[in-house]
């Protein structure tokens, strides 16, 4: 059979990069494996599982199956949430072992480390001055395409707005 002869059932071959987001629960799940984790949604639903306010200062690191039956969740914590983590183990045992509905974890080691932080939410830009505004438009009044006029007009308002001072336009 020629390469022109193909089959009509078979699906054409995707040429180039794929998507991350195509792969990444595939990628995921096998790193995830790797490390003891046959269940991913104890990372991937970590927050909703111990809740928000300690998941900012811990996470799962490692699960590790033990001989008598049960696995030790290696938890990575900061310095000052460690302590505190260690009182609560019997309680993070339980919401994690309630989540899944069977009993995964009978153990939690806690390990201070390095907590990865996510990026700060950016403040939203001041609202403009009535002068500014009025300025702004009357810049952008003369743009005849409305769609580019409403584009500058935004970016204005931005660029303008993130300005820690108040600034009226002069050319």
Known sequence: MS????PSGTAPKRRG???????????LRHHLKA??????????????IAGATLADHCFPSKLSAAASGGATLTLVADDRAALELQHQTPKLIDKINSYFGKPTVNKIKVVTGEIPRSLPVRPAPRRLSDDEETE???????????GLRDALTRLGRN?????RKTVILKR
């Open 3 to 6: 390469e022109r002869e193909k």
């Open 136 to 146: 702004l438009l009357r810049r952008t009044a003369a743009v005849e395409d409305p």
């Open 159 to 163: 660029a303008i707005g993130e300005s």
């Open 35 to 48: 490390r003891g984790f046959a269940q991913i949604e104890l990372v991937t639903r970590w927050a909703e």
């Open 17 to 27: 990069p794929l998507p991350v987001a195509q792969n990444a629960t595939a990628l």
